[in-house]
C-alpha cells in the first residue's frame, strides 16, 4: 500500500482501488483476475437448496408426471419486433388449431396440465383461455408480459411487467396465479425477489436438478419451490425452426419420443418428478401429437404415476415440507 501514497489526490478513488487492492474486485476487473471468494459470491446468489421430493406421492404414487404447454403464439415475434404476417401466422396456428388439439388429447386420457402464458397472447386469445379454463383441471401461470427476456430489462421493467402479467391473468382468469415460468427461462439476478413481493409458490424455470427443490438465495431459504426444467425435456431443441439460422429439427419425431421416454423411466425408478415442457406452435402439429399420445400411453401403462398440474405438485410438496415457511 506504501507505493500508492504518492497518487496524486485527484485519482479517483476506484483507480487507486484497482491498482493498489488486486484481490477486490471490481466492473473492470475481468472474471480471470477474481478471487475465489468473488467467484463464489456471484454463482451462489440463487442456488438449489433442500431436495422436497416427498416420501411418497398423493395415494402412493411413484412418480409425478407434470405436463407444461407454453402457449406464447405471437408474442416472441413481437417482442422481436418481427413483424411479418408469416411468422405471426405460427402463432395463430398455436392458438386455431394446436391448443384445442391439445385440449381434446388432455380430456382423452383425463390429464390435467399447466399452461404458461404471456399476458399479451392471453389478451389476443381469449377464447383459448376460457377453453383451457372451461375444462377445470388445468392451471394457467405466468410467463412474462410480450415473452420479454427479464435479463435485458431494468430492476423495475421487469417489475412492472410482472406485476402487469399477474393482474392481466387474475382478470382474464379470475384467479392470481400461483407460479411462474420466465419466458425463455431468462432468470435475472432480480427475479427471485420480484417473485417472492408477488407471493408465488413456486418457479419452473431453473435447472439445478430433477427434483423439486427449495431455492436459496445467498445462502438462506427462500421458500420458493422450484419444479425444474431441462433443454432436453423441451419440444423446442428438436422442433423448433427458423428458415434463416441453423435451427432446425434435427432428430425424427419418434427420436423425441425414446427421449423422452427414458427420461420419464428414470424419474419412475427414482421416485420423482418429470417435468415436460412443450409449446402448442411446435408439439401441436399431427404427427408430434401423435408422439405426445404415445408417450401419454406409455406412461401409463405403469401403475402408480401421478399427473398433475405444476401448482398441484408445488401444494403437494409444500404440505409434504415442515421446514418451509411458503406463503
Ligand atoms: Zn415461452
Not at 401403462?301 to 409434504?320: L, P
Given at each position: 500500500?506504501?507505493?500508492?501514497?504518492?497518487?496524486?489526490?485527484?485519482l479517483?478513488?476506484?483507480?487507486?482501488?484497482?491498482?493498489?487492492?488486486?484481490?477486490?474486485?471490481?466492473?473492470?476487473?475481468k472474471?480471470?483476475?477474481?478471487?475465489?471468494?468473488?467467484?463464489?459470491?456471484?454463482v451462489?446468489?440463487?442456488?438449489?437448496?433442500?431436495?422436497?421430493?416427498?416420501?411418497?406421492?398423493?395415494?402412493?404414487?411413484?412418480?409425478?408426471?407434470?405436463?407444461?404447454?407454453?402457449?406464447?403464439?405471437?408474442?416472441?415475434?413481437?417482442?422481436?419486433?418481427?413483424?411479418?404476417?408469416?411468422t405471426?401466422?405460427?402463432?395463430?396456428?398455436?392458438?386455431?388449431?394446436?391448443?384445442?388439439?391439445?385440449?381434446?388429447?388432455?380430456d382423452?386420457?383425463?390429464?390435467?396440465?399447466s399452461f404458461?402464458v404471456?399476458?399479451?397472447?392471453?389478451?389476443?386469445?381469449k377464447?383459448?383461455?376460457?377453453?383451457?379454463l372451461?375444462?377445470?383441471k388445468?392451471?394457467?401461470?405466468?410467463?412474462?408480459?410480450?415473452?420479454?427476456?427479464?435479463?435485458l430489462?431494468?430492476?423495475?421493467?421487469?417489475?412492472?411487467?410482472?406485476q402487469?402479467?399477474?393482474?392481466?391473468?387474475?382478470?382474464?382468469?379470475?384467479?392470481?396465479?400461483?407460479?411462474?415460468?420466465?419466458?425463455?427461462?431468462?432468470?435475472?439476478?432480480?427475479?427471485?425477489?420480484?417473485?417472492?413481493?408477488?407471493?408465488?409458490?413456486y418457479?419452473?424455470?431453473?435447472?439445478?436438478d430433477?427434483?423439486?427443490?427449495?431455492?436459496?438465495a445467498?445462502?438462506?431459504?427462500?421458500?420458493?419451490?422450484?419444479?425444474?426444467?431441462e433443454?432436453?425435456l423441451?419440444?423446442?431443441?428438436?422442433?423448433g425452426?427458423?428458415?434463416?439460422?441453423?435451427?432446425?429439427?434435427?432428430?425424427?419425431?419418434?427420436?423425441?419420443f425414446a427421449?423422452?421416454?427414458?427420461?420419464?423411466?428414470?424419474?419412475?425408478?427414482?421416485?420423482?418428478?418429470?417435468?415436460?415442457?412443450?409449446?402448442?406452435?411446435?408439439i401441436?402439429?399431427?404427427?408430434?401429437m401423435a408422439?405426445?399420445?404415445?408417450l401419454?400411453?406409455?406412461?401409463?401403462?405403469?401403475?402408480?404415476?401421478?399427473?398433475?398440474?405444476?401448482?398441484?405438485?408445488?401444494?403437494?410438496?409444500?404440505?409434504?415440507?415442515?421446514?418451509?415457511?411458503?406463503p
Amino acid at each position: 500500500m506504501k507505493k500508492c501514497l504518492w497518487l496524486p489526490i485527484s485519482l479517483s478513488a476506484v483507480l487507486v482501488f484497482s491498482v493498489c487492492c488486486k484481490n477486490t474486485p471490481t466492473q473492470e476487473q475481468k472474471p480471470w483476475e477474481w478471487s475465489l471468494e468473488k467467484v463464489r459470491a456471484e454463482v451462489n446468489r440463487i442456488r438449489a437448496g433442500k431436495d422436497l421430493t416427498p416420501e411418497s406421492w398423493p395415494d402412493g404414487a411413484r412418480v409425478a408426471v407434470a405436463l407444461s404447454f407454453d402457449f406464447d403464439a405471437e408474442t416472441n415475434a413481437l417482442r422481436d419486433l418481427n413483424l411479418s404476417p408469416g411468422t405471426f401466422s405460427q402463432g395463430e396456428y398455436a392458438a386455431r388449431v394446436a391448443v384445442p388439439r391439445i385440449l381434446d388429447l388432455l380430456d382423452k386420457y383425463d390429464i390435467p396440465a399447466s399452461f404458461f402464458v404471456p399476458a399479451v397472447s392471453a389478451l389476443l386469445h381469449k377464447e383459448q383461455i376460457q377453453a383451457i379454463l372451461s375444462k377445470k383441471k388445468h392451471e394457467i401461470g405466468l410467463h412474462g408480459w410480450i415473452h420479454e427476456r427479464n435479463s435485458l430489462l431494468s430492476e423495475q421493467e421487469e417489475r412492472e411487467l410482472m406485476q402487469r402479467s399477474f393482474d392481466t391473468l387474475k382478470e382474464l382468469t379470475g384467479k392470481a396465479p400461483i407460479g411462474i415460468r420466465t419466458p425463455s427461462w431468462d432468470f435475472s439476478l432480480h427475479t427471485l425477489a420480484i417473485i417472492k413481493e408477488l407471493g408465488l409458490l413456486y418457479d419452473s424455470s431453473l435447472m439445478a436438478d430433477d427434483r423439486p427443490y427449495e431455492i436459496m438465495a445467498e445462502g438462506k431459504p427462500t421458500g420458493v419451490i422450484e419444479l425444474p426444467v431441462e433443454w432436453l425435456l423441451d419440444d423446442y431443441p428438436y422442433f423448433g425452426f427458423s428458415r434463416y439460422s441453423s435451427v432446425r429439427p434435427h432428430i425424427k419425431t419418434m427420436d423425441v419420443f425414446a427421449v423422452w421416454a427414458a427420461e420419464f423411466e428414470q424419474a419412475y425408478e427414482e421416485g420423482t418428478l418429470f417435468v415436460l415442457t412443450m409449446h402448442p406452435k411446435y408439439i401441436g402439429h399431427r404427427s408430434r401429437m401423435a408422439m405426445l399420445e404415445t408417450l401419454i400411453q406409455y406412461m401409463q401403462t405403469h401403475a402408480d404415476v401421478w399427473f398433475a398440474t405444476h401448482e398441484e405438485i408445488a401444494r403437494f410438496v409444500k404440505e409434504g415440507s415442515e421446514v418451509l415457511d411458503l406463503p
